[in-house]
């Protein structure tokens, strides 16, 4: 990673490795997080309450559309969102090609691009890279996952452990499948079982809807 200080606070611009999938990322200090909002556009009122003391809008690299991004933190607040009512909106956006850094659906998606608009859809900031989400939520077993509860995976490349892929568990009766978009052979977003491939790719299973404890 390198680190850049600027005046006001500090920043670090963040490539993630080829095999992640990811696009840029954008982290900065709570103390700089006021003089960016000054100076950037702002974000509706309406996204701008809870705690969300590390949020920032970013431009998306392919198109310029607005993207909400939430600093890495362990929780994310998912609101009242139905978490059914996500996927069902994921699940329309099927066939969505690949584009490596974008969150733009008229351009494609890169995995966590795809993550990124299917939860900014519903209000809901989450970090724009798949690794940001390591420590994020309440990790489940494979067996345990429902709608709306989020799978991580590794890269492509077999010798790094660290995430690198995510999806959006879609059902878990007689298997697992989750949406995601992929840079193989889909080449966009598609519905994948969860199979001998990806599980040798697999890190853990997480959730962020509570509502799915219950």
Known sequence: MILIAIAGGLYACNWEPKT?????????????????RDNAQ?????LLKDNLTVDSFRKDQTKNNDTLALIPSRNINTKNVD?????????SLVGTP????????????DCSGFITYVFNH???????????FTGVGKE???????????????????KERFVGHMGIVVSNSDSLRFIHSSSGKANGVTITPLNKYYLGRFVKTIRVFPQNDK
Request: positive net charge.
């Open 20 to 36: 992640s999938n990811e696009g840029l990322v954008e982290t900065i200090s709570s103390d700089s997080l006021q003089a960016k």
């Open 42 to 46: 702002r974000l509706p009122d309406s």
């Open 83 to 91: 978490p059914n009512k996500l996927v069902n909106f994921a699940q």
């Open 98 to 109: 690949y584009l490596y850094g974008s969150t733009n659906p008229n351009k494609g998606f």
């Open 122 to 132: 519903f209000g809901i900031p989450v970090p724009r890279s798949s690794i940001d």
């Open 140 to 158: 489940i077993l494979v067996a345990n996952a429902r709608r709306g509860d989020i799978i991580l995976f590794t890269g492509t490349n077999p």
